[in-house]
Nanobody
Framework: QVQLVESGGGFVQAGGSLRLSCAASGSFFSINVMGWYRQVPGKQRELVATITGGGRTAYADSVKGRFAISRDNAEKTVYLQMNSLKPEDTAIYYC??????????????WGQGTQVTVSS
């Protein structure tokens, strides 16, 4: 099984920056696509950024140009650099494997997430 531990969230003013980290442990392949999600209470979890094992990235329109996802396959860690933060970016941020981690399309168990709060 894979465990995911997110960190790096916090409280920041609009226009500020944060860098999130997600450490993964367990058995998975470095070619697996990894992604960052966010969730606001009462709303569905939203996929905001993905990165392939080879480093190809994709972003939701809401964060394009402001967020940057990266990964260190040797350290089994994925990062999310968030710049020009807006109050609407306030959410709990999670990482996972959007296309599955085990070759069967299964998501890993969700970590505890990391809270990001952006004040206006």
């Amino acid at each position: 099984q894979v465990q995911l531990v997110e960190s790096g969230g916090g409280f920041v003013q609009a226009g500020g920056s944060l860098r999130l980290s997600c450490a993964a442990s367990g058995s998975f392949f470095s070619i697996n696509v990894m992604g960052w999600y966010r969730q606001v209470p009462g709303k569905q979890r939203e996929l905001v950024a993905t990165i392939t094992g080879g480093g190809r990235t994709a972003y939701a329109d809401s964060v394009k140009g402001r967020f940057a996802i990266s990964r260190d396959n040797a350290e089994k860690t994925v990062y999310l650099q968030m710049n020009s933060l807006k109050p609407e970016d306030t959410a709990i941020y999670y990482c996972n494997f959007p296309q599955g981690f085990d070759g069967k399309g299964d998501l890993a168990s969700w970590g505890q997430g990391t809270q990001v709060t952006v004040s206006s």
